[in-house]
């Protein structure tokens, strides 16, 4: 696989790695209504817990928002790269004919769309680069709410120990959505360093032609 | 590529064929352009891996924004697959094919040129004062098929009618019919599949004023040659990849 087909297809598996994450969400969402049920089996006994569990719930289906929202834009960036390729390659043949053609009586009318074909190449790359830095955001938006959920499951073990004999229940449940958040961590990283590679590649083409 | 004069009046034809950077393995093709003194149509202009020779070829004779139409016969990669770079190059020219392949020939790339649907009955195009007319041809080979003819220079641009598959640099006419049907026998049967649509049309065009046969693929047919390539093909049994 070449750089250039290397750029899309990266950008394009960023949404394929965020389909695990939406699975993982609703996943954690299930377990923590689980333990919302188990909360008010336990009545007094795990007062403490209803208002973890509601924040959890609340924040697995955010997540699973901003995983589709995620996708769409993963989408569309790959869509403008395979864009900006077609672009390119349409550019590289036009320089080619006016060089191949260079004693042909009407090569100069190539020019004004060579010229148009390069206005919007570098719209393009515009475009490019401000769906690669939306995509961030929401990839860093996702990673805080993990670092937060973090805190509310160690937050939730606490609150497991006095639930008597509703404990061991919860505490089950507390580990699975602390494993659910590491999981999703671990996926969000793997897309921020497959878009930050496709973004480099881009780069270095722009830098290898010399823009 | 190599680039022949085939009428010369108040306008002109040429052929663009022969491409000796022609990358291997692809089939060669013939492209047609038809030109007045203001305006220009590119037929069948050919695949994306001949469109830098095409276009070299082509500013010999035409400035880009003379080329103000374009013809797909059918829908085939080496017809049309270079569409989405001729997009580029000509974003206000329009393209005429057959309605049936528009949702199919969109995905090579058009974004800029205007689709011209062409009914079943076939159309015309107008260049300047040169009237083309796009007759039917379906099921020659392809489901949807037209094909384009002059009257006033008597050139009927057969598509994949009257191709022949040769070795590289054949001669641009043929001379010699009876050593040229070899070269086409195989073609005609295994790549057309319906007698019916091919008698339909032999009758169709003796009814035309034809001096030369123009195909997409090989040889072009002059003059008597015409006549013996429709002879040759009316008594030609095609579609016999079904055996029963």
């Known amino acids: ?211 | 590529m190599k680039a022949t004069k085939i009428y010369e009046g108040k306008h002109e034809w040429i052929v663009f064929g022969r491409d000796p950077e022609k990358p291997q393995g692809i089939i060669d093709t013939n492209q047609y352009l038809v030109k007045t003194s203001e305006k220009a149509i590119l037929l069948d202009p050919g695949g994306i891996e001949i469109f830098s020779s095409m276009l070299s070829a082509v500013l010999h004779h035409v400035s880009v924004e003379q080329i103000t139409d374009l013809f797909a016969s059918h829908q085939d990669p080496d017809i049309i697959s270079s569409l989405g770079l001729w997009d580029q190059a000509l974003p206000e020219a329009r393209l005429h094919a057959p309605w049936l392949w528009e949702g199919f020939i969109r995905h090579f790339g058009l974004h800029n040129i205007e689709y011209v649907p062409v009914p079943d009955e076939g159309s015309e195009v107008n260049l300047s004062s040169v009237k083309l007319n796009l007759l039917p041809a379906h099921y020659l080979h392809s489901s949807g098929n037209l094909h384009v003819y002059d009257p006033v220079a008597k050139i009927l641009m057969s598509g994949d009618i009257g191709a022949a598959l040769e070795p590289p640099g054949a001669d641009m006419f043929v001379e010699d019919f009876d050593a040229h049907v070899d070269k086409m026998k195989m073609f005609h049967q295994r790549w057309m599949p319906s007698n019916r649509a091919k008698n339909d049309w032999i009758r169709r065009v003796r009814e035309l004023d034809v001096e030369i046969l123009a195909p997409q693929h090989g040889r072009l047919f002059k003059g008597e040659n015409v006549t013996k390539f429709l002879d040759w093909l009316e008594a030609l049994e095609v579609g016999t990849a079904i055996k029963s």
């Open chain 1, 1 to 211: 696989m070449n750089n250039k087909e290397a750029a899309f297809v990266s950008s394009t598996s960023v949404a394929a790695e965020l389909f695990v994450v939406a699975q993982v969400a609703r996943d954690m969402s299930i377990s923590v209504k689980n333990a919302k049920a188990i909360a008010n089996r336990a009545g007094t006994k795990a007062r403490g817990f209803s208002p973890i569990t509601d924040f959890i719930d609340e924040l697995s289906i955010e997540t699973m928002k901003l995983v589709n929202a995620i996708n769409k834009e993963s989408i569309e960036l790959s869509r403008i790269a395979i864009n900006e390729i077609r672009i390119r390659d349409a550019s590289e043949k036009f320089m080619m004919v006016m060089t191949s053609a260079s004693d042909a009586q009407y090569v100069d009318s190539l020019k004004p769309s060579l010229s148009n074909l390069k206005k919007t190449q570098t719209a393009e790359r515009v475009r490019l680069n401000k769906f690669a830095r939306k995509l961030k955001d929401l990839m860093d938006d996702i990673s805080q709410r993990m670092a937060v959920a973090n805190v509310i499951v160690a937050n939730s073990r606490i609150e497991a120990v006095n639930a008597e004999e509703y404990r061991s229940n919860l505490e089950s449940i507390a580990s699975d959505i602390e494993s659910s958040c590491a999981k999703i961590r671990e996926r969000v990283n793997r897309s921020q360093q497959r878009l930050e590679s496709a973004m480099q590649q881009w780069k270095g083409l722009m830098f290898d032609e010399g823009n």
